[in-house]
């Protein structure tokens, strides 16, 4: 069955630095997103992306973040300065189609800001 | 009033029973109601979805989504340990962006 995957699994870094996380949305799907669930928090929207821009994202994806897709399969979130607040699980979610709410996420990355 | 209210439990029923999980909103323009089990630090699961009012089953799991009353629900009948996990509520607006989830309720069953 295809599946979202995401790479890597936990990461540990340094406040201040900069973080990739990657993912390998499902193959024929056109709409990739990033959530965050803060450990015993909601898991929360962060972006949405489609046709190579974004299409939403929400109060918390600032000016630290960007996402990109640098190729025909992986779709890519940075952090550029990382805060202590940052540490979270991240999910890498994608659907086929517009006017669905079938959205399929990965299993996550760690991350982890000391 | 929050967007979404789920009870975040934990619900500890014995094997065999059955399972009323449930959700309110208060967002009248969702129009896409899911449900995901999530379990311990691991990616959502998408069990069920379901568009507009109405019900859905499938095998043991049925969803019923009520929008008169703003409120969903799962059912899990003949409940397994297995079923052990967080369950969240998450819906849509048509043609929305974005999901919006409930806080999970933790399930447990117990053997």
């Known amino acids: 069955e295809p599946e979202v995957t995401q790479t890597p699994s936990h990461q540990v870094t340094q406040m201040g630095q900069e973080v990739i996380l990657r993912c390998v949305p499902i193959s024929n799907h056109l709409y990739f997103y990033w959530y965050r669930q803060i450990l015993g928090q909601k898991v929360e929207f962060l972006v949405s992306f489609y046709n190579n821009e974004i299409s939403e994202k929400s109060e918390i994806f600032d000016d630290q973040f960007s996402v990109e897709r640098p190729d025909g399969s992986n779709f890519t979130l940075k952090i550029r300065s990382t805060k202590l607040e940052d540490s979270a699980m991240y999910f890498c979610?994608?659907?086929?189609?517009?006017?669905?709410?079938?959205?399929?996420f990965g299993e996550g990355s760690r991350l982890t800001v000391l | 009033q929050k967007e979404v209210e789920q009870d975040p439990g934990p619900l500890s029923v014995p094997e065999g029973a059955i399972v009323s999980l449930n959700c309110t909103y208060s967002n009248s323009a969702f129009q896409y109601f899911m449900w995901y089990r999530q379990y311990s630090r691991k990616g959502p699961e998408l069990l069920m979805y379901?568009?507009?009012?109405g019900n859905k089953e499938d095998g043991r799991f049925t969803a019923q989504v009520d929008k008169s009353s703003k409120y969903i629900s799962l059912f899990i009948r003949d409940s397994q340990p297995s079923d052990s996990a967080t369950y969240l509520c998450a819906m849509a607006q048509e043609y929305g962006n974005k999901l919006v989830f409930g806080a999970g309720t933790i399930l447990r069953v117990k053997s």
């Open positions: 379901t568009y507009s009012s």
């Open positions: 979610a994608s659907k086929i189609r517009p006017g669905t709410g079938e959205l399929f």
